[in-house]
């Protein structure tokens, strides 16, 4: 069974959630995530219908590495939520005011 490594609170930074954020389509990712409740599978959030699934693997990972999401494993999908509330305590605000910015773009 697959594990996956999720950072502690403590030990998310500014600069891996800044890295996992600069890229287009883990903006996209993170927005598709932000707008549903509850877990969303990687194909559901996925910004390309065509993406190879090797690269939005890669964009997840990076997610994940950085504290943004929490992935489970649901039958043959990866379940995925994003750890706003984790996120919030340890940056107030920072999540929704790159998320708005990037809007604007």
């Not at 490594?5 to 030990?11: A, I």
């Not at 990866?78 to 509330?85: D, K, M």
Request: with cysteine.
């Amino acid at each position: 069974m697959v594990q996956f490594v999720h950072p502690s609170k403590e030990d998310i930074t500014l600069e891996g959630l800044l890295g996992a954020l600069a890229d287009p389509m883990r903006l996209q990712i993170m927005r598709s995530l932000m707008n549903v409740e509850g877990c969303m599978s990687c194909s559901e959030a996925a910004p390309c219908p065509n993406m190879a699934k090797s690269t939005l693997s890669h964009h997840f990972r990076m997610l994940r590495e950085a504290g943004l999401i929490r992935t489970t494993k649901k039958g043959v999908e990866n379940q995925n939520i994003v750890r706003a509330e984790e996120i919030n305590e340890r940056f107030p605000g920072l999540l929704a005011l790159i998320l708005d910015l990037s809007k604007a773009k």
